[in-house]
């Protein structure tokens, strides 16, 4: 039965987000997850299974409409873990993108994404407590060839929780920023079709939310789950950019 204080998850229908929900579950917090998409109500059944008490809002996150709808659904409430995880990537060459699908990205990675961090870090100051959990990545850290929106948006995302988790401190609120490498997901399937990122080996989804929960619990400012993945992001930023952008382009670049 939850007893812990609520935990709310943004894309907690599916990947990294569903299994960050089922350890919410497992250590007893009752769970708000939202997503736009069909399956959500199917993840929120899976984890009530799982003994969870489990509330599912579908809301497009990428509108203004969708995150006042997930804020209605929470007015009032104390919130103590918020895990700011939904996002898309979008792959091919950035002209020959839809400008409507370029702007959703950066509506749902960027823009909802900092005004639901704005939201509940007031509701978690007035609290004096709350952990916040940001899905960036070790994207944000390379120049992104191919995929360069969805790169632009989490170096945006990892220097957010950067500052904020600084801004926070002595206010009891903590935020961390989780920075995967590749992870085996559906993200794959929606933006990077036809691409090596998309068929090569992945880390385990399950694995990458328990490092962002333990993370989160001890208050680190970020982590990169695993070894390969903390190598990539420990010499992104000395290796020239001349090959980090060439291996991008390889990983990214849609095979004819
Ligand atoms: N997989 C990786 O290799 C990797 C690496 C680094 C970082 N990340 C980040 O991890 C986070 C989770 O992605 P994932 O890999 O776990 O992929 P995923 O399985 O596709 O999960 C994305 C989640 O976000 C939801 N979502 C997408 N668009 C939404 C919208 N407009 N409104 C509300 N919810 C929306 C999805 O559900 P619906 O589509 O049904 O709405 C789903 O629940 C993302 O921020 C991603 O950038 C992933």
Redesign the pocket.
């Known amino acids: 039965m939850a007893g812990k204080g609520l935990a709310v998850i943004?894309?907690?229908?599916?990947?990294?987000?569903y299994q960050l929900a089922r350890i919410a579950v497992e250590e007893g917090h009752a769970l708000v997850i939202?997503?736009?998409?069909e399956?959500?109500e199917q993840a929120a059944e899976q984890l009530r299974r799982l003994g969870g008490e489990v509330e599912a809002v579908r809301?497009?996150?990428?509108t203004r409409q969708?995150v006042e709808a997930l804020w209605a659904h929470l007015e009032g409430r104390e919130i103590e873990l918020f895990f700011a995880?939904?996002?898309?990537?979008l792959g091919d060459p950035f002209v020959e993108q839809r400008w409507e699908d370029i702007a959703e990205r950066i509506d749902?990675n960027v823009k909802q994404t900092t005004s639901m961090i704005h939201r509940v870090g007031r509701v978690m100051r007035v609290q004096g407590r709350g952990r916040i959990l940001v899905?960036g990545?070790i994207?944000g850290q390379v120049p992104g060839p191919y995929n360069a929106v969805y790169n632009a948006t989490?170096a945006y995302v990892n220097g957010l929780a950067w500052g904020l988790s600084d801004e926070f401190r002595e206010t009891g609120v903590t935020i961390t920023c989780l920075m995967?490498?590749?992870?085996d997901?559906?993200?794959y399937d929606?933006g990077l079709k036809g691409t090596l990122l998309h068929d090569m080996p992945?880390r385990d989804?399950a694995m990458v939310a328990r490092e962002g929960w333990d993370a989160m619990m001890a208050g680190k400012v970020d982590v990169v789950p695993g070894p390969e993945s903390k190598l990539v992001s420990l010499f992104s930023g000395v290796t020239p950019k001349a090959i980090t952008t060439r291996l991008h382009e390889l990983g990214a670049k849609r095979r004819e």
């Open positions: 943004t894309g907690g229908s599916s990947g990294i987000g939202c997503a736009h998409g399956e959500l809301a497009d996150l990428s969708g995880n939904a996002g898309l990537a749902l899905t990545s994207a989490k995967p490498g590749p992870v997901t559906p993200i929606k992945k989804a």
